[in-house]
């Protein structure tokens, strides 16, 4: 198939997909006239590849990943490729303390500005006239 019929059954950009090629994550054969061809497997392809982006994997760690989907009876590569997964929850949930952090901070700031605007806001109302 395609790049455009890829793209519609994946719903995947070309971009994308040419992306993913340059990446090394997917490949294709060349018609005489340059046109990319895929296989039918590489709509299952592209789902695996997918899957991983939105896991907040890097085209590098899928593309270390890839060879479990590629040879999947091997031990050694299915070795390989959990011990590549559990580094990047490892990474994920050093992100996720790092986020929880910046975000703390910034309660603290937002807290201390609530304050300064009331009080800004309090010194702002006209004082009560007498009568």
Same mark, same amino acid.
């Given at each position: 198939?395609?790049?455009?019929?890829? !793209?519609?059954?994946?719903?995947?950009? $070309?971009?994308?997909?040419?992306?993913?090629?340059?990446?090394?994550?997917?490949?294709?054969?060349?018609?005489?006239?340059?046109?990319?061809?895929?296989?039918?497997?590489?709509?299952?392809?592209?789902? !695996?590849?997918?899957?991983?982006?939105?896991?907040?994997?890097?085209?590098?760690?899928?593309?270390?990943?890839? $060879?479990?989907?590629?040879?999947?009876?091997?031990?050694?590569?299915?070795?390989?490729?959990?011990?590549?997964?559990?580094?990047?929850?490892?990474?994920?949930?050093?992100?996720?303390?790092?986020?929880?952090?910046?975000?703390?901070?910034?309660?603290?700031?937002?807290?201390?500005? !609530?304050?300064?605007?009331?009080?800004?806001?309090?010194?702002?109302? $006209?004082?009560?006239?007498?009568?």
């Amino acid at each position: 198939m395609r790049i455009g019929e890829l !793209s519609q059954r994946t719903g995947v950009s $070309p971009r994308s997909l040419r992306y993913y090629e340059d990446q090394g994550l997917l490949t294709s054969s060349r018609s005489a006239a340059g046109q990319r061809h895929y296989s039918d497997a590489a709509v299952q392809r592209v789902s !695996s590849i997918r899957r991983m982006f939105d896991a907040g994997m890097s085209s590098r760690v899928i593309a270390t990943m890839l $060879p479990c989907v590629d040879i999947p009876g091997d031990l050694g590569v299915a070795e390989e490729t959990f011990a590549a997964m559990l580094r990047e929850r490892d990474r994920i949930d050093a992100d996720i303390v790092h986020l929880t952090e910046a975000r703390d901070a910034l309660d603290v700031l937002i807290r201390a500005n !609530s304050r300064h605007r009331a009080g800004l806001s309090a010194d702002s109302q $006209p004082a009560a006239q007498l009568t």
